[in-house]
C-alpha cells in the first residue's frame, strides 16, 4: 500500500512539472499598469495569437477606445461591462484566431478576465476586453452575440483592476472614449 501511494504521489509531482503556468504579462497604460496572466494550456491558440502582437510590439501606442458601463448600456437588452482595446492597424493585423469559446477553455467571463473582441466566429485579431464583474452573456451560449459561441476568454487580471475601472469611468461618447486611454506597451514579465 505505501509503495502505491509513493508511486502515486511520484507520478503527480512529474506530471504536473509538465503544467503549463500562466504567463505573466504587464500593459502599461497612460493611467497606470495591469498586470495580467494568460493561460496557455487552457486556451492555446487565443493566448499565441495574443502573444504574437506581444512578442512584435504592435500594441505599443494603441489604446483602449471602447467603454461599456452601465450608463451607455441602458438602453440595450443584454448588458455589459468592459473595457476594449489593442487597436493595431488593419494593415499589420495577422490573420484571425479559430475561437476557443469558453465551453472549450472552461474559462468563464468573471471579473478581470481577458478575452478576445469579434464579429462573426473565426474572426478575433488584436482587439481584446476586460471584463468588469462578471459577464456570464459572453460566454458560450450567453446571449450578447447573437450566434450564442460567446467570446474566447484566455487570461486574467492579476494586479491593476483598480486602473480598469479607472478607465471605464472615462468620458465617452456612444461607448467610444473622447481621450482614448494610450497602451503605452504590453510585455511579457
Do not use: W
Not at 156 to 174: E, W
Amino acid at each position: 500500500m505505501r509503495n502505491k501511494l509513493l508511486f502515486l504521489l511520484l507520478n503527480l509531482i512529474f506530471l504536473n512539472s509538465f503544467a503549463q503556468k500562466p504567463i505573466p504579462c504587464l500593459i502599461k497604460t497612460s493611467l497606470g499598469d495591469v498586470r495580467v496572466e494568460l493561460y496557455p494550456e487552457k486556451a492555446p491558440a487565443t493566448v499565441a495569437n495574443f502573444l504574437k502582437y506581444v512578442d512584435n510590439d504592435l500594441y505599443d501606442e494603441t489604446n483602449f477606445y471602447r467603454v461599456c458601463n452601465a450608463e451607455n448600456e441602458r438602453d440595450r437588452k443584454i448588458k455589459i461591462q468592459v473595457i476594449q482595446g489593442g487597436d493595431v492597424p488593419e494593415s499589420k493585423a495577422f490573420e484571425p484566431v479559430k475561437l476557443e469559446t469558453t465551453l472549450q477553455t472552461g474559462i468563464r467571463h468573471r471579473d478581470g478576465i481577458l478575452s478576445m473582441a469579434r464579429d462573426t466566429p473565426n474572426s478575433a485579431t488584436s482587439s481584446f476586453f476586460i471584463c468588469i464583474d462578471d459577464q456570464s452573456e459572453l460566454d458560450f451560449a450567453g446571449k450578447r452575440n447573437p450566434d450564442g459561441q460567446g467570446f474566447a476568454a484566455f487570461g486574467k487580471v492579476a494586479k491593476g483592476m483598480k486602473i480598469v475601472r479607472k478607465i471605464q469611468v472615462q468620458k465617452d461618447k456612444d461607448q467610444y472614449l473622447v481621450n482614448p486611454v494610450k497602451i503605452i506597451s504590453i510585455r511579457r514579465l
